[in-house]
């Protein structure tokens, strides 16, 4: 069952912004109709399906420019709507005066709401389907962009079609008192209207194989919501900066922990442009880093963007710590707890300090509602959550209604270097997730110099920007090889390289073997005590990314 985490629709950086929200009943696009509105430039937010009627009622009634909803989306689900455990939202939604696209199952509900008719998985349809639909304002401006001369369906007369993805069991099969916008082979309501508010489509508008899709999803925002187009990146800077000014006041001050990796380095940037030197970022080597690493980053943020940076070299701590540590959650477990003792002893030294800047993202707040979730696992290991309480800070956050996406973009228009921008994602506790067993100085040596020689040829080759991530792993396994004349053993060193999407899922990289070929002989060369190289060409699931 769905869960985002967020039900607060009042609060944010983006505040003033009229918006849209999307209804989540758990469907597989849900994010995607976010992505894509938010593209159209209009500012939207998901939300869980069972938020309060009131809560709704209290971001319609605002003024508008004052953070006004000015529409409702239902997305999909996997759920059918005779499932007794399905999720259903307050169905007073439906008598709100604000205009309502449901898709697909939220379609589905909207017709199951107003008495209609709705078939239970007999004639499913899934993938291209065609679609005969009647102008109106949801298809506006659709059948002059020449599609209507494409007559392929004897069915259909004179009806303009367009070729629409659909994924669905149930049937809409009757909608009395509604104005049917659309059908298709096996559905004769894929699209309705109702009041000349309440829309539905069975298809997905919000994915690209739905032709004209976005031009839909654009009536529906512009011409059916009368939404202003006001979401872009220059728009969002400029708001955020003027909010982190707001916030820390004339004289606050604001501690970021600052890794490197684009979250961090995005809000650091922020919050400087917005308050200038009353921000100190601390920056702490745990000796996990990768090669270049530190210094890419003080040379970055020190010299280049003069910011303040506090350099904390904490590699001993680390080492010592995780000295005969071999299980990898206490390995996570432990580097979070050190690190959040030093940030703490650190923001202390500092003094006469009110602000902890963070930065965390949207899938991260909306994901970490999902227990057992990865990503809240993921976040409990590098969570500084209880610090702001334990120092007495106020937190900061600009970036928390951004998908990583749009991060990269607010990145580039605050001019961030390109090795920081396209730089592939780093674990929280770094090297340590790629060193299996016990972390020593010497294993660390031997994935730290491998996994720069992976990134390296990646690079020369022009495949780094291609894939998700890329690395070297070692743990305690050795095996012979022939150094000179002698037979001797070595470690064993895997190459992991994988592409995703959002990390969720990921499969290895079909690598050409010349590129394979040149990452393992380089790595045995030149980085002492391997002897063997493997490829890892494991999918995840089973598998995840990193092995510990
Ligand atoms: P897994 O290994 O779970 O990783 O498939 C999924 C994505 O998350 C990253 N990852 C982490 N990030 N702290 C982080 O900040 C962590 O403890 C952590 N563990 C994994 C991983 O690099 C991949 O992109």
């Known amino acids: 069952m769905p869960n985002p985490k967020r039900n607060s629709i009042m609060e944010g950086a983006e505040k003033g912004k009229d918006k849209v929200v999307v209804l989540d009943f758990g469907g597989q696009y849900s994010h995607l109709i976010v992505r894509r509105c938010r593209d159209l430039g209009v500012y939207t937010e998901l939300i869980s399906y069972d938020i309060a009627i009131e809560e709704l009622k209290r971001g319609i009634e605002v003024e508008e420019g004052e953070g006004k909803i000015k529409g409702i989306i239902l997305s999909g689900s996997p759920f059918s709507i005779h499932d007794s455990s399905s999720p259903k939202c307050s169905y007073e939604i439906l008598d709100l005066n604000i205009p309502i696209l449901g898709i697909c199952y939220g379609a589905q509900l909207i017709a199951y709401v107003e008495g209609g008719v709705v078939g239970e998985g007999r004639k499913a349809e899934f993938g291209r389907t065609e679609l005969l639909f009647k102008d109106s304002e949801l298809f506006e401006g659709i059948s002059e962009s020449g599609i209507s001369s494409y007559r392929a369906c004897d069915v259909v007369g004179q009806s303009p079609t367009i070729n629409v993805w659909m994924s669905h069991g149930d049937v809409i099969e009757r909608l009395d008192g509604a104005d049917i916008l659309g059908y298709t082979r096996n559905t004769p309501v894929a699209a309705f209207r109702i009041n000349d508010r309440i829309y539905g489509v069975q298809f997905h508008p919000e994915v690209h194989h739905t032709e004209k899709g976005a031009k839909i999803l654009w009536n529906f925002l512009y ?39 684009i979250d961090s380095s995005t809000t650091a940037l922020l919050v400087n442009k917005a308050i200038g030197d009353r921000l100190t970022c601390i920056f702490v080597d745990n000796g ?95 969570n500084v959550g209880a610090l702001p309480e334990k120092l007495g800070l106020k937190l900061i956050e600009p970036i928390k209604n951004l998908y990583k996406d749009e991060v990269r973009e607010v990145a580039k228009e605050l001019n961030m270097p390109p090795q920081i921008l396209n730089q592939h994602p780093f674990p929280g506790p770094g090297l340590a997730a790629r060193v299996i067993g016990e972390v020593t100085e010497d294993k660390l040596r031997i994935c730290r110099e491998a996994s720069w020689i992976v990134e390296e040829e990646l690079k020369q080759s022009g495949w780094y920007n291609k894939v998700w991530q890329a690395f070297a792993v070692v743990g305690d396994d050795v095996a012979t090889g022939v150094l000179g004349d002698a037979r001797s053993l070595g470690r064993i060193v895997t190459i992991r390289v994988v592409e995703s999407k959002e990390a969720m899922t990921a499969d290895f990289v079909k690598l050409p073997y010349k590129v394979l070929e040149s990452m393992s002989k380089r790595i045995t060369n030149e980085v002492k005590g391997v002897t063997w190289v493997t490829y890892a060409i494991s999918s995840k699931p089973p598998s995840t990314i990193e092995p510990c």
Request: glycine fraction near 10%.
């Open 223 to 261: 011409k059916i919501c009368g939404c202003e187009r006001n979401w872009t990146i220059e728009s969002f800077v400029r708001d955020a900066i003027g909010e982190i000014k707001r916030e820390v006041g004339s004289d606050g001050r604001v501690v970021c922990g600052l890794s490197g990796g």
């Open 288 to 382: 996990l880093l990768r090669k270049g690493e530190k210094e890419e980053v003080l040379n970055t943020f020190e010299n280049n963007f003069k910011m303040k940076m506090l350099f904390v070299d904490a590699k001993e701590r680390f080492l010592n710590e995780l000295r005969g540590v071999k299980d990898a959650e206490a390995k996570r477990r432990m580097i979070g707890e050190v690190f959040i003792n030093i940030f703490e002893e650190e923001a202390k030294k500092l003094g006469n300090v009110d602000f902890l800047a963070q930065g965390t993202i949207y899938p991260d707040r909306i994901e970490s509602a999902r227990s057992g979730s990865v990503a809240s696992r993921i976040k409990s290991h590098h």
